[in-house]
């Protein structure tokens, strides 16, 4: 089974700066989707960025990006000019096919002025 | 963008009452949609997987005949919680698939039960 592993149960980081979370996974599956979702306090799950596993290159979103390293099966993401409105909860997903996903426990991202 | 509707967003309900979560796609057919639970401040948990026109497929642990999922039509998956207790009250999210492209799942808001 698919386990997916935040270690990071909160964060902070000033506003402009930049802020990396962690992510890692166990899986035996060579074809896969990584995912960070982003979720506010209005609860509503707000796809960050997303990588698919046979791709070396790292995916980027404006100022988010992943370090994907797919031997370590390592997946974290970099925030970049951190806005106050970044502060949220941050879930790293994995997904094997077809559409099976599994969620890591968060990190809580506080974005202090 | 795909979009996801939840109804209802809040609902309050007395135990041993029966209640009914709807979950549609509004702008795209999703043969797949998830049911998942959240409790406060903790993570996703995957209940089931409805598949349009076939029985839901639930994870272990999840009770089926407390949990009902239909998945009657493209557009819109039902969960209904049966004979409802306060242990049941908590945060339930549906996602479906075929929205935004391929092997991407788009969430609706929620639901948020209350069992009295």
């Known amino acids: 089974a698919q386990t997916v592993t935040q270690s990071q149960p909160e964060m902070s980081v000033q506003e402009a700066e930049t802020v990396t979370l962690s992510c890692t996974y166990d899986t035996s599956e060579n074809n896969y989707y990584l995912f960070w979702y982003k979720q506010p306090p209005s609860r509503q799950m707000i796809l960050v960025i997303r990588?698919?596993?046979?791709?070396?290159q790292n995916a980027t979103e404006n100022r988010f990006s992943v370090n994907f390293q797919k031997a370590a099966k390592s997946f974290s993401l970099k925030i970049s000019d951190s806005q106050l409105g970044d502060t949220a909860m941050y879930f790293c997903a994995f997904m094997s096919l077809p559409h099976d996903m599994r969620f890591g426990a968060g990190t809580r991202l506080t974005v202090k002025p | 963008g795909a979009v996801v509707s939840q109804h209802p967003s809040r609902v309050i309900c007395k135990s041993g009452t029966s209640v009914k979560i709807e979950c549609r796609s509004l702008d795209f057919q999703a043969t797949t949609m998830f049911w998942y639970r959240q409790f406060p401040k903790k993570s996703l948990m995957l209940m089931a997987t409805?598949?349009?026109?076939?029985?839901?497929?639930?994870e272990q642990g999840v009770e089926k005949d407390k949990f009902l999922i239909n998945h009657a039509s493209l557009t819109l998956s039902t969960l209904t919680v049966t004979s409802a207790h306060p242990e049941d009250s908590s945060f339930y999210i549906c996602s479906a698939s075929g929205g935004s492209g391929a092997n991407v799942l788009t969430f609706g808001a929620g639901s948020r039960l209350t069992v009295l």
């Open positions: 990588q698919e596993a046979y791709k070396q």
């Open positions: 409805s598949n349009e026109g076939s029985k839901a497929t639930y």
